[in-house]
């Protein structure tokens, strides 16, 4: 629903009308200058050509500095979304499961179904303050589970998990030998402090992403953090498929570090004035939703709405969200991406709150 959705907005601009895209998680902040101009200066001296599939030394050190691991056990992707996969189709057989706490990013267990695996999704909610029951996730682990996943903090709900939580699931996890891979592409632009999943102890898999934290998502450059045999089977499936991440994009990459504190903080405030200001239009409305830890969504609810019929109805009106069955069994819930310009933001969030009283 989620690209149905996407599709007609698509549809609907060609065709003249204006809409406001709340419907995808894309920054509209350019990418910083400095990043681009070292993309270009990267392909002025011909870094156009065949490179690591593990990722250009440099990057991958100054990554490994940045997290506490050796370099080999960082391995460059073209998005998180690659990262995903490959740790997937490396780890995952026909047969095997997959626990995912939900709501959920469904790329997670469309992947998974792809590879004949079996989805587990463990449903957590409003009313809890979307925390998850590690008691729970513990019975849904068989001799066939082989990876939990996590994403902290979480899209669509914006939420960081409880750290205590992620240190039971650690726990759990270690205990019945079953893998974690924690995606936190959202981790360093984070509202609040968010722990990493590298600081629990166990081999476990991290992905990260350039994409959201340096407003870089068409520039497809993530990567995964592993233990040195499950890094080296992910270069390996890079070397028969995608080859390498182009150099120049590592380059731009690396140059992003380089400012990485300056372009977080910035990216961290944006999102921030933006979220205050939505939960201040929302807060008066018949809506109930959590108020954001981390860019960039709201996941608001109303009992009884059926979310992928006020979608549709809401793109009439020039606005357009993703529906809460996008995202699991949520159909009274809509996500909301705070990812328009400041001026779209405020004339989106006043129709939808319009809607709502």
């Known amino acids: 629903m989620l690209y149905e959705i996407n599709e007609k907005v698509i549809r609907l601009e060609k065709e003249g009308k204006k809409i406001i895209k709340f419907n995808l998680g894309d920054p509209d902040q350019q990418t910083p200058t400095e990043i681009i101009n070292a993309a270009f200066e990267a392909m002025k001296k011909g870094k156009t050509k065949y490179a690591s599939a593990a990722g250009e030394k440099e990057l991958r050190e100054v990554l490994a500095e940045i997290h506490g691991v ?209 939960c201040k239009m929302l807060s008066d409305t018949k809506l109930k939703f959590t108020k954001p830890e981390a860019p960039f969504y709201l996941f608001p609810k109303l009992e009884g709405l059926d979310s992928e019929r006020f979608a549709f109805d809401l793109l009439d009106k020039g606005v357009a969200v993703a529906p809460g069955t996008s995202f699991g069994d949520y159909k009274e819930h809509f996500r909301i991406a705070l990812t328009a310009p400041d001026d779209e933001v405020e004339v989106g969030l006043k129709i939808i709150a319009e809607a709502f009283r």
Do not use: C
């Open 70 to 278: 050796p370099a080999d056990n960082i391995v460059v992707t073209p998005g998180s979304k690659w990262a995903i996969f490959a740790v997937m189709y490396l780890l995952l057989e026909k047969g095997d499961n997959v626990i995912i706490p939900s709501p959920h990013w469904t790329a997670y267990d469309l992947a998974a179904k792809s590879l004949g695996a079996e989805v587990r999704l463990l449903k957590t909610s409003l009313e809890t303050e979307w925390k998850v029951n590690p008691e729970n996730l513990e019975r849904l682990i068989d001799g066939k589970t082989k990876l939990i996943i996590l994403n902290n903090p979480n899209n669509p709900t914006s939420k960081v998990m409880d750290e205590k939580v992620v240190s039971k699931i650690v726990e759990t996890a270690n205990r019945k030998g079953v893998k974690i891979l924690s995606d936190e592409v959202y981790a360093d632009i984070s509202f609040i402090k968010t722990k990493s999943l590298l600081e629990y102890g166990g081999e476990h898999i991290i992905i990260k992403s350039f994409s959201k934290t340096f407003a870089m998502t068409g520039w497809r450059i993530g990567y995964a953090i592993a233990d040195k045999q499950i890094a080296d089977k992910i270069i390996k499936l890079n070397q028969i498929t995608l080859t390498n991440v182009p150099v120049f994009i590592q380059d731009a990459a690396l140059k992003a570090l380089e400012y990485r504190q300056k372009i977080i903080q910035m990216i961290r405030e944006d999102y921030w004035k933006r979220a205050e200001m939505a």
